[in-house]
Structure formats: structure tokens, C-alpha cells
């Protein structure tokens, strides 16, 4: 079964608000992972936090972690058009580093 | 400082032939995982490999696929006798030191066609 699992399937804003996107897993884990993904590009990186971490900043993101309800945020806020892309969780829970992704989140900013 | 290459970035096949995938990881990285991603899906993990070495191939298929990344050279993940169910994204993804806390970076993709 898919150990991440994201909301909203898709999410279309408009420019300069706030987005928001949600994952859930099942197993515990050493760490979640954001990344993001252009339409028909690779993955870029954009956040990590660990297990015993609760909230993670790093510039216009902001990630959330509640492992009682295993369970994370992503928050992009004063979105732009050129965030506009698949937003993909993933979870680390073995010892070898192995990521588990989600199905992803499609966001859409208009300009 | 280049980054995780991937080559061909788009291959296509035909139903019955072999697709060989290439993977060059980050400069002093010696731990390659590569992940398959079907239109609209996430990416699911296929194999972990060290230098010379498959560490966890859980999610390899168990027939027609194989990787290796030797000692010299890139790692391959080579699939035997495509079909066109093979069609995806290819990403593989390279880190230092194998600690899960450590952030893997991923290579722009192969794109297989399987006609």
C-alpha cells in the first residue's frame, strides 16, 4: 500500500496566495522529504525534516511534521506562478535510505 | 560541481528489444537508487546499489530487469525484452554516505518509449 499519500490531488491558486499541501503515511519514519517536479523535468529538493522535528522553515516553505498523526504540511505562501508544478512527499522508514513518494500534489498558480 | 547525469534523457524501444539507462552520480557519491515514475504517478523505488554491490532490489521486477554500478563507470539499469507496460520516467538518485538523514539528489530522468 502507498505509504504517502497527499491532499489535495490538485490545487489551483492565484498569485500571491498561500498554498498548502498535506501528506500522510502509515509506518514510522526516519525523516520526510519535499520535492518538487516541473512538468516533465527530474525532482529538485526542497526540504528535509527529521523525525524528532516538528516545523522547518527555509524561505518561502514551511513544513510541518506530526508523527502522532504521521502526518505533514507543506505551506508555500505568496505563491508565484513559477511555483507552479507536482509537489511530491516522501519517506524514509528503512536503513538503507530508500524513499517512499506519494502520489503528488498539482499546483497550479495563475498569474 | 556537476550534478547527478542521466543519459540518453529519451529512448525509445521497440516492444522486444533491450534499454540500457545510464546513471552518473554526484561527484564522490557512492550510493546510486533509481526510481520509476508512470504518467501521473509518483515515483516508486526499484534499487539500491553501493560500488559493485545491489544493497536492496525489492523493487526491482523479478524478470527483465537488472542493475549494476561497478567499480569504474556509471551505474545501468538495464530491462531485457521491453514492453510497452516499461514506458516511464527513469530517475535515479545519488547520496555520500548512505545515512538516511543525508538529502539524495536526482538526475533529470530517462524517458523510455516502448512502441
Not at chain 1, 498569485?15 to 527530474?42: D, F, H, P, V
Not at chain 1, 506530526?66 to 507536482?86: F, G, M, P, Q
Not at chain 2, 554491490?53 to 530491462?79: H, V, W
Amino acid at each position: 500500500s502507498q505509504q504517502g499519500e497527499e491532499d489535495p490531488q490538485a490545487l489551483s491558486i492565484q498569485e500571491g496566495e498561500n498554498a498548502t499541501m498535506n501528506c500522510s503515511y502509515k509506518t514510522s519514519i526516519n525523516n520526510l522529504q519535499w520535492y518538487r517536479q516541473n512538468s516533465g523535468r527530474g525532482l529538485v529538493h526542497l526540504i528535509l525534516i527529521r523525525s524528532n522535528e516538528r516545523e522547518k522553515h527555509s524561505g518561502r516553505l514551511r513544513v510541518t511534521l506530526d508523527t502522532s498523526k504521521k502526518s505533514s504540511s507543506l505551506l508555500i505562501t505568496a505563491s508565484r506562478a513559477a511555483d507552479t508544478a507536482s509537489y511530491f512527499c516522501a519517506t524514509d522508514s528503512s536503513n538503507t535510505g530508500k524513499l517512499i513518494f506519494g502520489q503528488g500534489t498539482t499546483l497550479q498558480v495563475k498569474p | 560541481n556537476a550534478g547527478v547525469m542521466q543519459n540518453p534523457r529519451h529512448l525509445v524501444r521497440r516492444r522486444g528489444q533491450e534499454a540500457r539507462l545510464r546513471c552518473s552520480p554526484m561527484k564522490g557519491h557512492s550510493h546510486v537508487y533509481w526510481y520509476r515514475q508512470l504518467p501521473e504517478e509518483g515515483l516508486k523505488f526499484m534499487v539500491y546499489l553501493q560500488k559493485e554491490n545491489i544493497i536492496d532490489e525489492s523493487g526491482m521486477p523479478k524478470e527483465r530487469f537488472s542493475a549494476e554500478f561497478p567499480k569504474e563507470g556509471p551505474s545501468i539499469l538495464r530491462i531485457q525484452q521491453v514492453v510497452r507496460g516499461d514506458s516511464a520516467a527513469y530517475f535515479c538518485a545519488s547520496l555520500d554516505s548512505g545515512r538516511s538523514t543525508d538529502t539524495q539528489y536526482f538526475g533529470p530522468g530517462t524517458r523510455l518509449t516502448v512502441l
